[in-house]
Each structure stands twice: as C-alpha cells, then as structure tokens.
C-alpha cells in the first residue's frame, strides 16, 4: 500500500476539552510524500510483527507502539481472527515530522492486512477503525482534500481544482504531538480561545486552484509553539520566504516546514535553495492534492 503524507493548509485549534483533546477545524492537503506498507502471512500464533527501513526508522517503535501494528490488531479484532502478519514499512515520511507519517501507516496497515486475510471490510467500518487509532487515520486513508471537525476525525471532503506545487524543508529529529499542543495551551494561558471555524476564503482557494490565494490564507495556530520549542525553524521559513515561496509554514505540529510555490519549475528552485541554505536537512519538491492509501 502507498500512503501519502499531509499538510495542515489550515488548522484552527480550540481550547482543551474535558477529554484532552481539542477542537480542531482543521483542513487537510495529502501530498507526494509516501510510506510503503506491504502485508505478508505469517504462521498461526505468529501474532504481529513489523519492520521498519527509511530514514528516521530508527526512531519508529517496532512493538505495539507502532501505529501499523495496532491497526492490524484493531482489524484482526473486530473480525475475531488472530493477527498473524509480517508487516513492512518503507518510510519517506518524516518521523515525528508535523506530516502524519504514523497515521498514514495505520491506514495502510489496515488496507493490507484487509487484502491479505481477505476480509473485505466496508468502507466506512475501515473509516471508523481509523478514527479510533488516531485523529488523522480517517485522512490518511481518503486522502485529496478534507475538512476536519471534533479532534480532527470527522470529514467532510473539499473540492480542490488543479495541481498545488509545495517544498517541504525536513528538519532533524522530531518534534512530540503532545508536547506543541501542550506549548500552545501554555501560551494562550487563560484567555478565552474562539470556536475554531473554517476560512471560507481559504476553502474558495482551494477550490478555484489558486496558489497566491491559498498563499495569502496559510494559518496553522500550532506554530507559534513549535517555533517556541524549535527556535531554528524561524531561519528555515526566512530562507524559504526569501528564496521566492508565496508563503511557508510549519507543517503541523513541525518540525517540517512547508512552503507553497508557483508552479513545478518554482518548487525545484526554491527547493535548491532551501538546501543550499544550510537551514533543513533535506528538502523536497511536489505537488498536491495526492489520493489516499492505494494498493502499489
Ligand atoms: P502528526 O502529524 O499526526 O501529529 P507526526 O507526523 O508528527 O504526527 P509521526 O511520524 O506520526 O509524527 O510519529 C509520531 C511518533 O509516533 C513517533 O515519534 C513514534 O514514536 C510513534 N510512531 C508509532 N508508529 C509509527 C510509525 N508507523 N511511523 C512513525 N512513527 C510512529
């Protein structure tokens, strides 16, 4: 299974619920980024085992941390079968990268495993064991465009027009989910925090294709606290603005920047220059929207 990665063109987040979470509206781009997940049977009582090889892999948790390894079990679950399965990872996401790299491997975890034990779940029975995994499963295996609701697992499709050209600046290490929802609680202190709501004039962008308007609408209010914890990615946007993005943000909850560009021959160039900069590890060119967990 192919699995994109995403970015956050918007994500509005509300004050803390009593569960923990918060209340997102929170509009999702998949993008050319991809995990390989591959499902192979293994022996009665083998349980589920994983694999993992790409950079960063040395950071994935290969027990039942792993976000692939719960899904099977989920999906092993809710047919009453055992989860026998040696499931492969090959990763180009990010680790803890802002990018949804763990959910994006669940969903494909699921779909494999589906095909291998020939179990044809329905559609919207695989939809609600993504939501249970995580907040970004359910968009990881829909992929294009969506709008997210509650914590981020309730969608609502959006209409995008054309190709979005985007440079994502990879930084080192991680950043933790929790740890940047955390910083942002601790920034905005007391004060009140609107009900998060979709722009109408960013959803317009999305629709009509058009990238200097999408530009303008850019808005992810977890980015003040990654740049809080990860002062270093003030440069990375510095250097991505300079070098000719129509606009960049932290991906996220980082520490991957994203920067939007004009078409396919201004991505390669600002990517060029973002890693002649010396403020990313790497940097990638591609386009968006991609589909979702597709069998590759
Ligand atoms: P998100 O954007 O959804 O908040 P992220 O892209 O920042 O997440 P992930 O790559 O999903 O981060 O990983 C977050 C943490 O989850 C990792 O540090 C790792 O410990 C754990 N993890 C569990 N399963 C996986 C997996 N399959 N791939 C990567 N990390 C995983």
């Known amino acids: 299974m192919r699995v994109p990665a995403k970015v956050n063109?918007?994500?509005?987040?509300?004050?803390?619920?009593?569960?923990?979470?918060?209340?997102?509206?929170?509009?999702?781009?998949?993008?050319g980024l991809y995990d390989h997940v591959t499902a192979a049977p293994a022996g009665p009582g083998a349980g589920c085992a994983v694999t993992c090889e790409g950079p960063g892999s040395d950071r994935v948790p290969l027990d039942r941390g792993n976000l692939a390894v719960r899904a099977a079990e989920l999906l092993a679950a809710h047919h009453g079968r055992a989860p026998d399965v040696r499931l492969h990872i090959a990763k180009d996401?990010?680790?803890?990268?802002?990018?949804?790299?763990?959910?994006?491997?669940?969903a494909g975890a699921l779909l494999a495993c589906d095909a291998l034990w020939?179990?044809?779940?329905?559609?919207?029975?695989?939809?609600?064991?993504?939501?249970?995994?995580?907040?970004?499963?359910?968009?990881?295996?829909v992929g294009g465009a969506a709008l997210g609701r509650g914590r981020g697992e309730l969608l609502t499709e959006v209409p995008v027009s054309g190709t979005f050209h985007w440079v994502f600046a990879l930084a080192d290490g991680g950043l933790s989910t929790p740890e940047v929802y955390r910083a942002c609680?601790?920034?905005r202190g007391a004060a009140p925090v609107p009900e998060p709501e979709p722009d109408p004039a960013l959803l317009a962008a999305l629709r009509e294709g058009d990238p200097r308007a999408l530009a303008a609408r850019l808005a992810n209010d977890l980015q003040p606290a990654a740049l809080a914890l990860r002062p270093s990615l003030a440069d990375t946007l510095a250097a991505g603005r300079a070098a000719g993005a129509l606009a960049g943000l932290v991906s996220g909850s980082g520490p991957t920047c994203a920067f939007l560009a004009a078409d396919a021959d201004a991505a390669a160039a600002l990517a060029a220059s973002l890693e002649a900069s010396g403020t990313c590890r790497a940097a990638r060119a591609t386009t968006a929207p991609a589909s979702g967990a597709v069998l590759r």
Do not use: K, Y
């Open 118 to 141: 020939g179990t044809a779940t329905p559609r919207h029975v695989l939809l609600e064991l993504c939501a249970r995994l995580g907040s970004d499963v359910p968009f990881s295996l």
């Open 9 to 31: 063109v918007q994500l509005a987040v509300g004050g803390v619920r009593p569960d923990g979470f918060h209340d997102l509206a929170n509009v999702f781009l998949a993008v």
């Open 93 to 106: 996401i990010p680790v803890a990268g802002g990018m949804a790299g763990g959910s994006a491997d669940a």
């Open 185 to 187: 609680d601790r920034r």
